[in-house]
């Protein structure tokens, strides 16, 4: 698809400065840009690379100061980090409009069913008494339980298996190889030292514009639900256990491990590789820092814990700056005694 640089300005309210007919083609890097591409200036770190890319246009903020003329033809916007964002969405949405219709082979049960504009992919199956909205996009090889909801505008990456009576909202997105209701962890010690698996009952609710990334696993709840809120954005590889709950707006990183009926608040940010110990709580508005540990309940919103067991990333540093000082206060120690 072709665009110029004017009709892209216009889709993100920007401002051009430059030749607004200029012919875009594809995207780029900003220090890979050729002829035809589009990039963008958010972190100050690449502005060297603002004024000798060979990209055709290039998004940066409207603020931003110029220290020479640019080859390329700028167009100035509030936020070039979002506004990019927000063309990459549009241009997703051209690319996948024309896929409708149902590929075979594919297996649909007579009972289920299906919503307007739909796209399902070769070798996908929809069971029993399932509901697929208007508009969803699954792709292939693709799973679909028994009573599974799937709402309106979502789309189902290849490989995704989606367990009996799970609830997704709608533009909600799944990738690929995410597996999503698969039974928690429970298993109930005996006497003669074996384990018996408890059953697992419950379900996976999942409410609207929640992304979910590739190999993430998200149980079904032992009796009720394990639920992740409205506009929540998950990671690869990311397991969350049973009976697990996720605010609205939360953010979590690649590699994190959140334990069993934890419950975690509206607006956090867990980085990558945190571990969330079982049947605590996380409170709106924190930030967990990559590596980190979370063993108890954290009560007071809006705090930036790291280290494990997580505590105030102040404090976290503090410690941290002191252990690498050890080796030297051990040899002083060690001279002290010496002399002595």
Do not use: W
């Amino acid at each position: 698809m072709k665009f110029t640089v004017d009709q892209i300005a216009g889709l993100i309210h920007g401002t051009v400065d430059g030749n607004g007919a200029d012919i875009i083609s594809d995207f780029s890097k900003i220090e890979e840009g050729k002829n035809g591409t589009i990039s963008f200036l958010a972190n100050p770190k690449y502005e060297a690379f603002l004024y000798d890319s060979k990209a055709t246009a290039i998004i940066i903020s409207e603020g931003q100061v110029l220290k020479k003329k640019p080859l390329a033809t700028l167009i100035r916007v509030a936020d070039p980090y979002l506004s990019f964002t927000i063309l990459l969405q549009k241009y997703q949405e051209m690319i996948a409009s024309n896929e409708t219709g149902i590929q075979q082979p594919s297996f649909i049960d007579p009972s289920a069913k299906l919503g307007a504009n739909l796209y399902i992919g070769t070798f996908s199956s929809i069971n029993r008494h399932a509901k697929i909205g208007s508009g969803t996009r699954i792709m292939n090889n693709v799973s679909i339980g028994t009573n599974v909801e799937i709402g309106e505008n979502c789309v189902i990456f290849p490989g995704v298996t989606i367990y009996s009576d799970t609830k997704i909202g709608n533009h909600c997105i799944i990738h690929a190889n995410a597996v999503i209701g698969s039974d928690g962890f429970g298993f109930a010690p005996q006497p003669d030292g074996t384990f018996t698996s408890i059953p697992q009952l419950g379900n996976v609710v999942i409410e609207d514009h929640v992304s979910i990334g590739a190999n993430t696993t998200i149980d079904r709840a032992t009796i009720g639900s394990t639920k992740i809120g409205q506009g929540s954005k998950i990671d690869n590889l990311v397991q969350i256990a049973h009976n697990v709950e996720i605010g609205q707006n939360t953010v979590i990183a690649a590699q994190v491990g959140i334990s069993g009926s934890t419950k975690i608040g509206n607006q956090c940010l867990i980085g990558g590789q945190v571990g969330v110990a079982g049947h605590i709580s996380i409170a709106h508005n924190t930030i967990v820092t990559a590596q980190s540990g979370v063993t108890k309940t954290v009560k007071t919103s809006g705090q930036t814990l790291g280290g494990t067991p997580a505590s105030p990333n102040v404090d976290y540093l503090k410690r941290n700056a002191l252990i690498r000082q050890l080796p030297d206060l051990f040899e002083k120690i060690n001279q002290t005694m010496k002399v002595e």
